[in-house]
């Protein structure tokens, strides 16, 4: 732009001092001589600025050319992380929704192991209870069990001592509150001679015999004692039994 207006005032100073004779037209032939030279030189700056020019609009083109490109990238960029991030989104939305029904889950389960779990206890506890009155009932059936045997050995005792002398007679404590009669006499061709039985008191409180020594059949008598409770009539018929077998 600066040498433009340079080549236009060099051209208005040759015009002014230019004192030549004028053409046909009315123009000097040095006014037609400068105007020529200036468009020559109007021509040739005009081509290489437009050169310039083109250059300039060619480089701009392809800086524009990168930048819509790198433009296109970066928006390109830009929905795919917004298309990442809707999928981040709803995979948090569905974890969450998840977490939130696995924590109702969870509420419900506490819920019904307070419930039933309670339920439960007390029925556990209602149970324990029960068993450990059975089991006082049971201890105390049994102790009275033990009383009652202990009291009938105790009257067999008496009975047997009632006996001892006249049907030659001894007794003896055996295991488990058991009592063991030992006769003698029994055999005139051996007086010394001992015959002996073990009798108990089971838990129906009912006599029975063990270790009958020698065996012999007594089970009429122990059925018969049973029933009419005459252990001195029972002792005496043992005896009988025994002696029998000499």
């Excluded at 390109?76 to 809707?86: I, V």
């Excluded at 059936?141 to 047997?160: F, H, W």
């Amino acid at each position: 732009r600066m040498e433009a207006l340079k080549i236009v005032n060099s051209l208005i100073i040759s015009t002014m001092t230019d004192v030549l004779t004028p053409t046909p037209l009315g123009f000097t032939s040095g006014l037609l001589d400068t105007l020529s030279s200036t468009r020559t030189q109007l021509d040739v700056f005009v081509s290489h600025h437009k050169s310039q020019l083109d250059a300039i609009v060619a480089t701009g083109g392809a800086d524009r050319a990168r930048m819509e490109a790198s433009v296109t990238a970066y928006m390109d960029r830009l929905e795919s992380l917004e298309s990442e991030d809707g999928a981040i989104r709803k995979a948090n939305v569905a974890k969450r929704q998840d977490l939130e029904r696995k924590e109702a889950e969870i509420a419900e389960l506490e819920t019904r192991v307070r419930t039933e779990g309670g339920e439960h206890i007390e029925k556990l506890k209602e149970e324990e209870e029960a068993a450990r009155l059975e089991a006082e009932k049971a201890t105390a059936a049994r102790q009275a069990s033990e009383a009652s045997k202990s009291s009938s050995l105790d009257l067999l005792t008496k009975s047997i001592v009632s006996y001892r002398e006249g049907l030659s007679l001894d007794f003896e404590r055996a295991a488990g509150n058991r009592l063991r009669l030992v006769f003698t006499n029994v055999n005139p061709a051996s007086p010394s001679s001992a015959y002996a039985f073990t009798i108990n008191v089971n838990d129906q409180e009912e006599y029975e015999v063990e270790e009958i020594e020698p065996a012999i059949d007594v089970s009429r008598l122990v059925e018969k004692v049973n029933e009419d409770n005459d252990f001195g009539a029972f002792v005496r018929g043992v005896r009988k039994a025994f002696k029998a077998t000499c």
